[in-house]
C-alpha cells in the first residue's frame, strides 16, 4: 500500500489528536488562559448546548495581549466564531489540506451532532507521518544534498 494511499484512506483519529478542552461562551479571558495554562494545550473550543461555536487559540492570545486587551471579557468576544472543524471520519489528507489551505496549526474534530470530540495538531500529523517514514527521517544527514568537496577520513 503507498504512503498517498494511507492519506487518503486513514482517519483523522490515526494522527494522534489530543482530547479537546472545551468551556461556554461567558468564560473570562483570564480563566481561559488558566485553563490553557493547566491543561498544556495549545486551544480551547468554545461550546454552547455542547455544540462548538467558536475556538481561541495561542496565536489569538499572543495578539490579545499585544493589543493590551481586557482579559476579563467573556471568550465569546474574542473567539473565531463557526470555526473549520473536521469530522471523525475524514481522512488525514483532508486536515493537511484544510491546515494548510487555512494556516491552521489545530481543528476540532467532531461529531455528528458538532460537538467537539478531540482536537488534531500539527504535531499529531508530524508525529503520524514520522510513524510512516521512520528509517527516512531518522536517518537523513543535516544537509540531504550536499556532496562534500573534499573526501573525508585518511
Known sequence: MSFALKLDTETV???YPDEALTLPPDTSIRDVFAQLRTRNSGAVTVCEDEAIVGIFTERDALRL???GADIDQ???AVMTRNPTTLQKTDSVSKAISLMSSGGYRQLPI?????????????????HYLVEHFPKIIYNLPPEPHHSPQTREGA
Open 65 to 67: 495581549l499585544a493589543a
Open 13 to 15: 483519529e490515526r494522527a
Open 74 to 76: 467573556p471568550i465569546s
Open 110 to 126: 467532531v461529531d455528528e451532532e458538532n460537538r467537539p470530540v478531540s482536537i488534531l495538531k500539527a504535531a499529531g500529523i508530524l
